[in-house]
C-alpha cells in the first residue's frame, strides 16, 4: 500500500467512525404508494404562497412548452397549410396569462387564490389534483372558486383519483 493508499483508508475509518457507518432506511415494498400521486389540495393548503406559485409558474411552463411541440409535431406529420402553421395551431391552444408588476415579477395570484378558496372553503373535494383544476383556470374558461365547486357538486371531477384507488369514500393509504 502505498502512503496515498494508507491515509485514504484512514480517513474513511476516521469518517465512519464519527459519523457512523449506517444504511439508508428502507421502506418496505407494501408501505410504499403504488402511483406516485398527483399534487391535491391537501398538499395544496399547506404550502407557503412562494411554492403555490412555484407550482403555477411550472405549470403554465410545461402547458406553454407542451403545446409547443405537439405543434411542431403535426406540422411534421401534416402537410403545412400555410407557412405559419404551428403559429396557428398555438393560437387556439387554451391560453394562461398573467400580469406583471414594475419589476417584471409575475402575479400569479389569478390562479392560486382560486385554488386556495376553492380547496378551503370545500375540504371534502381536496382530493382532487391541483392540475385537474388547472384547466379550467384558462383565459378563456377563468372558473371562480364557487363555479368549481358547483362543478364538484355536479360530478365533474368524479373519476379524479378513482384510478388510483383515491376518492370520497375511499381511504388514502
Request: aromatic letters at 10%.
Amino acid at each position: 500500500m502505498t502512503p496515498q493508499q494508507k491515509n485514504a483508508a484512514f480517513v474513511t475509518v476516521l469518517m465512519c467512525a464519527s459519523l457512523g457507518c449506517q444504511r439508508a432506511p428502507v421502506v418496505p415494498v407494501q408501505v410504499q404508494p403504488k402511483h406516485a400521486m398527483p399534487l391535491d389540495g391537501k398538499q395544496w393548503v399547506v404550502w407557503q404562497n412562494a411554492d403555490l406559485e412555484d407550482f403555477v409558474i411550472a405549470y403554465l411552463s410545461g402547458h406553454y412548452y407542451g403545446v409547443k411541440e405537439a405543434c411542431e409535431i403535426h406540422d411534421g406529420l401534416a402537410p403545412a397549410t400555410s407557412l405559419h402553421h404551428s403559429v396557428d395551431c398555438r393560437a387556439i391552444a387554451p391560453r394562461y396569462s398573467y400580469k406583471s408588476d414594475s419589476f417584471g415579477n409575475p402575479d400569479l395570484s389569478k390562479y392560486t387564490d382560486v385554488l386556495t378558496r376553492f380547496y378551503t372553503e370545500h375540504p371534502e373535494y381536496r382530493f382532487v389534483p391541483c392540475a385537474r383544476l388547472m384547466v379550467y383556470l384558462t383565459d378563456d374558461q377563468h372558473k371562480s372558486a364557487d363555479d368549481l365547486y358547483t362543478m364538484a357538486k355536479a360530478g365533474k371531477f368524479p373519476a379524479m383519483g378513482a384510478s388510483l384507488g383515491i376518492g370520497p369514500g375511499v381511504p388514502v393509504e
